[in-house]
């Protein structure tokens, strides 16, 4: 079974930073695409940034020049380095990826979700 789990969420001022990440488990062979999401109460859920295996990366407008996604593929790890968070960033952040795992089966994972709350 492959799973994701998120963890680095929390309370933050605007203006501060935090740093999310996404770590994989199970009998990976290799995570293709992984891609950060959030919801907040009342909207729908929204790619704010995107990471191919090939390390070609994609910004929601709304983020872009302050949020920077990287991966670490030793760790199986993907990361989300959120700067200058305003109130409207507020939201459950979630990642998603296409993993190949067991038998040379393609999942399509997603986590449990991490809340991330900017106080103004």
């Known amino acids: 079974q492959v799973q994701l789990v998120e963890s680095g969420g929390g309370l933050v001022q605007a203006g501060g930073s935090l740093t999310l990440s996404c770590a994989a488990s199970g009998s990976i062979i290799s995570i293709n695409a992984v891609g950060w999401y959030r919801q907040a109460p009342g909207k729908q859920r929204e790619l704010i940034a995107d990471?191919?295996?090939?390390?070609?990366?994609n910004y929601a407008d709304s983020v872009k020049g302050r949020f920077t996604i990287s991966r670490d593929n030793a760790k199986n790890t993907v990361y989300l380095q959120m700067n200058s968070l305003k109130p409207e960033d507020t939201a459950v952040y979630y990642c998603?990826?296409?993993?190949?795992?067991?038998?040379?089966?393609?999942?399509?994972?997603w986590g449990q979700g991490t809340q991330v709350t900017v106080s103004s």
């Open positions: 998603n990826a296409m993993i190949v795992a067991g038998r040379w089966e393609e999942f399509d994972v």
């Open positions: 990471i191919t295996s090939g390390d070609s990366i």
